[in-house]
Antibody, heavy 124, light 108 residues
Framework: EVQLVQSGAEVKKSGQALTISCKAS????????IGWVRQLPGKGLEWMGI????????RYGPSFQGQVTISADTSSSTAYLQWSSLQASDTATYYC?????????????????WGQGTQVTVSS | DIQMTQSPSSLSASVGDRVTITCRAS??????LNWYQQKPGKAPRVLIY???NLQSGVPSRFSGSGSGTDFTLTISSLQREDFATYYC??????????FGQGTKLEIK
């Protein structure tokens, strides 16, 4: 059974660094793209970026390029989302998601599994 | 970026109604269009991928159609558990794999 288990809720202050995680199990971690989606309070879904753990190819949405870092550790089958300096506007729920298909792969591409979400609260 | 526009933004309907939600892309995305359902406090789940393919385990009352720039999600007979927010997403061009703004389906 495919599972994505995210780290717990975080409460931080503006300017602090943060890394949240998404541990994958039940499939070959290096053979599927995995990415992150932001949901601001009461708002819709925003695509942040995606990484292919097989070669660490990483793509970011324009709004998130330079604002966050996406990485992966194949030894622990874990994906990470990192901020070097949080802002209050980063307060949101963050979801990791595995993709069926993806960049440079032929055929359909969609998020077929999701983590439970990590709530990040940043106070100023 | 490709922009995705859903309509309506919200919709009230009754159990048993037939409901259609529309998604329009700012340029052709062929059939690279997915539909997700999200309930409050939960992660989204995929309903339809590739514009018209029903994900395994999703009830057959959900269907999708369209290609190019115009797509629809149809629920043939609303059930109580279908009241949720629905999002379309294009995966034709990246980054980003853009989502629509969402359609909130509420009980009338």
């Amino acid at each position: 059974e495919v599972q994505l288990v995210q780290s717990g809720a975080e409460v931080k202050k503006s300017g602090q660094a943060l890394t949240i995680s998404c541990k994958a199990s039940g499939y070959s971690f290096t053979k599927y793209w995995i990415g992150w989606v932001r949901q601001l309070p009461g708002k819709g879904l925003e695509w942040m970026g995606i990484i292919y753990p097989g070669d660490f190819d990483t793509r970011y949405g324009p709004s998130f390029q330079g604002q966050v870092t996406i990485s992966a550790d194949t030894s622990s089958s874990t994906a990470y989302l990192q901020w070097s300096s949080l802002q209050a506007s980063d307060t949101a729920t963050y979801y990791c998601t595995r993709y069926w298909g993806g960049p440079w792969m032929a055929g359909d591409c969609y998020s077929d599994h999701w983590g439970q979400g990590t709530q990040v609260t940043v106070s100023s | 970026d490709i922009q995705m526009t859903q309509s309506p933004s919200s919709l009230s309907a009754s159990v048993g109604d037939r409901v259609t939600i529309t998604c329009r892309a700012s340029q052709s995305i062929r059939s690279y269009l997915n539909w997700y359902q999200q309930k409050p406090g939960k992660a989204p789940r995929v309903l339809i991928y590739g514009a018209s393919n029903l994900q395994s385990g999703v009830p057959s009352r959900f269907s999708g159609s369209g290609s190019g720039t115009d797509f629809t999600l149809t629920i043939s007979s609303l059930q109580r558990e279908d009241f949720a927010t629905y999002y379309c997403q294009q995966t034709y061009s990246y980054p980003p794999y853009t989502f629509g703004q969402g359609t909130k389906l509420e009980i009338k």
